[in-house]
Structure formats: structure tokens, C-alpha cells
């Protein structure tokens, strides 16, 4: 039950990994498994059995949310993107109470909160004026001699993009948006398909020529950001996870500064869209409230 229960939530993580303004970090948080991961990748020799039982499940359904669900994601988002990014935004809000929890499990009763705070808004702008930054144009999936320099910013883009999602309040594939990347790694996720269906090699050898940097970066900047946040964990625990909540309630409103929640629609936006998202957000909340009672 417990690997079943890992692969769920590796779903979850995944599909949240997918859409631009949400944090997978935040959701990882909310699923009970951040600490887990974090001591995970930085200590996986120490029991490698352990680690394995816990990664395996955790990034098979990582893996399959990306994959499988992106289709799903992407769909909602274009025919239905307000209620898309409201239960998501209900997932993060749910999440408030047990990250204010964490911060306040650990601090010095004779300090005033006050000082603490300046953490959380200080980590609040820094998500806000993330979210304002004018993307960069996107590109788009080679098939054949994929180019070097290519390969290199998906390298790149891997070390930043996953240390992004493994930090709770940035959206890793918002940064992804910023680089450039996410519309050509769309592209090559889609290709995944068009091999299945073809079985033309050279679709798959572009993929492998594109997929390699990537998810070497994407490990370098696991390994990196997961050391990083152990120690502060460690040694500034209280601050550490005040910041974090600063991040969260950024995020919170990053998602909906971001224009792909009004994607689907041209012109105003129906009364019922906003009914529809309160309803989204709410039904969001709600999980995240019951999972972090777990």
C-alpha cells in the first residue's frame, strides 16, 4: 500500500510539475513527502534499499503524470483554464496552515514572530515579481541532427528547472517558460507518442539526444538544491520554513498572474468561469486540508 500510495502522490507531483505557476515543491509539501525526498537524494548511499523503495514509486508516478497527463493538463487548461489553475491554487492554500505549523513547531518561545515575518514577505515579492516577468518565446521539438547548442540550454535549463521544483513556492516549469524551454520539451513529450504509434528511430534518437542533457541537469540541480535545503533546514529551521511559507502564499497569487489561467478565454471572462473556479479552489482546499491530516 505504501508504494501504491508513493505513486499516487508521484502523479500528483508530476501533473502539478506540468503547469506553469504551480510548484511541485508546494505540492510535495502538501503530500507529506518533502522531508522524505530531500533526505532521500541527499543521503541515498547511507540506505540504498530504502531510498530506492521510496524514489522508485515516488518517480515512476512522477514520470507517468508528465507523461499521461499532460494531455489532460493541457486540454483543461485550454478549454477550461481558470478552474484548471483554481484547484490547484486551492491545493496550495491548503497547504498555509501545516507550513505555518512547521515553522512555528521549532520557534524560540521568547521570540516575537515579528522579525520572522520579514522572511515570509521578503520571499512573497521575490515570487511576485517572478511571476511578472515577461516569458521568453518558446521553440519548438527538432527531429534529426537536434543542435548542440539546443542540447546544451536543455542542460542548463535542467540544473535550474528542477531545483525549482523541488523548492516549495517556485514553479519549476515557469522558469522553464522563462528560458524558453517548456513549449520544446511539450514538443518532445509529444513525440514520445508519435514513436509509439511510428516506431521511426530517428524520432527516438532525437529524443534521447535532447532528453540526456536534460535530465542529467535536472539531477545536478536535484542533488545541489536538496543539500542546500537540508542544511538551512538544519541550522535555520524556523526561518527556513517561514521563507517557504512566504514562497507558498506568493504562489498563491503567481498562478493567477500568470496569462496562461485566462488562456482560455478571448475577451471577457463568463460568470460562471468564476463560479466554476470557486468551486475548483474549494474542492482543492479541501484535499489539501485532508491529506495534510494524514
Known amino acids: 500500500m505504501d508504494m501504491i500510495k508513493l505513486f499516487l502522490k508521484g502523479i500528483i507531483v508530476g501533473v502539478a510539475n506540468v503547469i506553469p505557476g504551480v510548484s511541485g515543491g508546494t505540492i510535495a509539501v502538501v503530500l507529506h513527502i518533502f522531508d522524505r525526498m530531500i533526505d532521500a537524494i541527499n543521503h541515498f548511499t547511507r540506505d540504498i534499499k530504502k531510498h530506492i523503495l521510496?524514489?522508485?514509486?515516488?518517480?515512476?508516478?512522477?514520470?507517468?503524470?508528465?507523461?499521461?497527463?499532460?494531455?489532460?493538463?493541457?486540454?483543461?487548461?485550454?478549454?477550461?483554464?481558470?478552474?484548471?489553475?483554481?484547484?490547484?491554487?486551492?491545493?496550495?492554500?491548503?497547504?498555509?496552515?501545516l507550513i505555518y505549523g512547521l515553522a512555528k513547531s521549532k520557534q524560540s518561545k521568547d521570540k516575537s514572530g515579528a522579525k520572522y515575518f520579514i522572511y515570509t514577505a521578503l520571499a512573497f515579492a521575490l515570487v511576485i515579481f517572478l511571476s511578472t516577468l515577461k516569458t521568453a518565446e518558446g521553440g519548438t521539438a527538432v527531429v534529426g541532427d537536434v543542435p548542440a547548442a539546443l542540447m546544451f540550454k536543455a542542460f542548463i535549463g535542467g540544473v535550474i528547472a528542477c531545483a525549482a521544483m523541488i523548492v516549495p513556492g517556485i514553479s519549476g516549469s515557469f522558469m522553464l517558460v522563462l528560458l524558453g524551454l517548456y513549449n520544446v520539451i511539450i514538443g518532445y513529450v509529444a513525440l514520445v507518442k508519435d514513436f509509439l504509434l511510428t516506431f521511426d528511430f530517428t524520432i527516438l534518437v532525437s529524443i534521447i539526444k535532447f532528453c540526456a542533457p536534460l535530465g542529467v541537469g535536472m539531477i545536478i540541480g536535484a542533488i545541489l538544491i536538496s543539500r542546500a535545503i537540508e542544511f538551512l533546514m538544519n541550522k535555520y529551521h524556523t526561518e527556513t520554513y517561514y521563507i517557504i511559507l512566504g514562497l507558498?502564499?506568493?504562489?498563491?497569487?503567481?498562478?493567477?498572474?500568470?496569462?496562461?489561467?485566462?488562456?482560455?478565454?478571448?475577451?471577457?471572462?463568463?460568470?460562471?468561469?468564476f463560479i466554476a473556479t470557486a468551486v475548483t479552489a474549494v474542492l482543492g482546499f479541501i484535499v489539501a486540508i485532508f491529506i495534510g491530516k494524514e
Open 54 to 97: 521510496f524514489l522508485a514509486p515516488l518517480g515512476a508516478g512522477a514520470l507517468v503524470g508528465v507523461l499521461a497527463f499532460s494531455v489532460l493538463i493541457d486540454y483543461t487548461l485550454t478549454n477550461f483554464s481558470l478552474p484548471t489553475c483554481g484547484f490547484f491554487a486551492g491545493l496550495v492554500a491548503g497547504s498555509i496552515p
Open 248 to 273: 507558498i502564499l506568493g504562489s498563491l497569487i503567481g498562478i493567477f498572474l500568470d496569462p496562461i489561467a485566462y488562456g482560455s478565454y478571448s475577451g471577457t471572462i463568463p460568470f460562471t468561469a
